[in-house]
């Protein structure tokens, strides 16, 4: 193994997480391949500091400086490992950006990633919690992965069953720290099966004049409806849904539909109702809320922003007040989906 990690100290992490909070990490470094992470991994244990594994930066809330060694994948690779009668294995390391992967897949001719199109964040970092959008979930088209244990430093591959999918959840993210994703396999398929009964998409695609869609067809309108809603973390901070969507039992569903006939919720296979937490939010009267710099998105009640100078403690001070403010509402208990640290 050559030594070719370059590790700096006290480097901010603003530009390294997209709600753009300005704190530092103690040491920083990038990793571009497994070499790399096992350095990275070595020189923490040697200095006796924890190791801080992070992608794109979009799924994590920074509440201080890091005293860690901040390490960011930036390992790059897309490869068909096998393809059989339009089926294909597609490999990708951990640090590939997420959207420009799911385009070199269409332009592959491969099908399945398209609803996750314009997702941030990087390829290791989606089965940490089975990233979904459109009515598509990781878990649909994922084939295995290659993780580093950090416990014992030893590979494992897991399979879909071993990494316990569930919504926005899976292994990786119960076990937090003690898995490094290193690469993704997916399952695609070169004869397109479309997802396109999820909130507006056939809308979408009808308006562009489009009756029988490709793939990209679905990914271009995808990407339109996420660019009028969802706003560009490179223009004001933030980190997607702050919230899950809470599952409650039919009952409670049932006892806030007397008070609010509007309310919006998904009935489940095992009984449970997925209530909209966007649209709690926004019925409590928080949508376009700003105190400081710290603030939630004008046009989707779901997502806290950063109008520029907002600090981590400041946008979590207000997710808390929206937690208690909905919990008092409606009995509902909203989690927070960043990782917060
Ligand atoms: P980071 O934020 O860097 O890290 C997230 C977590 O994963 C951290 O705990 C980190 O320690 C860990 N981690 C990162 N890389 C690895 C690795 N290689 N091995 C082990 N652990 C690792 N999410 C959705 O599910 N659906 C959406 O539609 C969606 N839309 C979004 C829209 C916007 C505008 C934004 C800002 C975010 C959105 N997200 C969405 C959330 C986010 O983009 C995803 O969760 C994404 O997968 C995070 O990737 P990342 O590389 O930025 O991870
Ligand atoms: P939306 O279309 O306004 O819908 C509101 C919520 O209702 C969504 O969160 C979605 O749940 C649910 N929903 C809508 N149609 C549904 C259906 N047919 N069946 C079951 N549930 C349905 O949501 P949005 O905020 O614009 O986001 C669109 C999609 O992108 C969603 O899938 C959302 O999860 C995803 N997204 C995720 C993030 C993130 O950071 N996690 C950020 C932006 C967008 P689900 O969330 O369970 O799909």
Wanted: charged content about 20%; aromatic content about 8%.
């Amino acid at each position: 193994m050559s030594v070719s990690l370059q590790v700096q100290s006290g480097v901010s992490l603003k530009a390294f997480n997209t709600f753009g909070v300005d704190v530092r990490a103690q040491l920083f470094a990038e990793a571009h391949g497994d070499d790399d992470v096992r350095q990275a991994l070595a020189y923490g244990a040697e200095h006796d500091l924890p190791v801080l594994v992070i992608g794109g930066g979009s799924n994590l809330l920074l509440t201080e400086d890091v005293q860690a060694l901040v390490l960011r994948m930036a390992s790059r690779g897309i490869r068909i490992l096998k393809e059989d009668c339009g089926q294909g294995l597609v490999e990708a390391e951990a640090g590939e950006p997420w959207h420009p992967f799911v385009q070199s897949c269409l332009e592959l001719g491969f099908s399945g990633l398209e609803n996750l199109s314009l997702i941030p964040g990087t390829v290791g970092a989606a089965p940490m919690q089975n990233i979904g959008a459109y009515g598509v979930e990781i878990k649909d088209v994922f084939h295995s992965l290659t993780a580093l244990d950090r416990q014992t430093g030893e590979l494992r591959e897991f399979s879909l069953e071993d990494c316990q999918f569930g919504y926005r959840d899976s292994i990786f993210k119960q076990q937090a720290h003690r898995w490094l994703i290193l690469r993704v396999r997916f399952a695609l398929s070169r004869s397109a099966s479309l997802h396109l009964e999820y909130g507006p998409v056939r809308q979408r695609l009808d308006a562009m004049g489009i009756k029988q869609p490709t793939p990209v067809d679905v990914s271009r309108a995808i990407c339109a409806i996420r660019r009028e809603k969802l706003p560009d973390p490179a223009v004001l901070g933030n980190a997607g849904s702050f919230f899950k969507n809470p599952l409650v039992t039919a009952e409670l569903s049932d006892a806030i539909k007397l008070r609010y006939p509007g309310l919006v919720g998904y009935p489940q296979a095992d009984g449970q109702v997925k209530l909209a937490a966007g649209w709690l939010i926004e019925q409590a009267g928080w949508k376009g809320f700003r105190e400081g710099d710290a603030g939630v998105h004008a046009l989707q009640a779901l997502v806290l922003v950063n109008h520029g100078q907002a600090t981590g403690l400041e946008l979590l001070s207000l997710a808390r007040r929206i937690q208690a403010d909905i919990a008092e509402r409606f009995g509902v208990t909203l989690e927070m989906e960043p990782n917060l640290y």
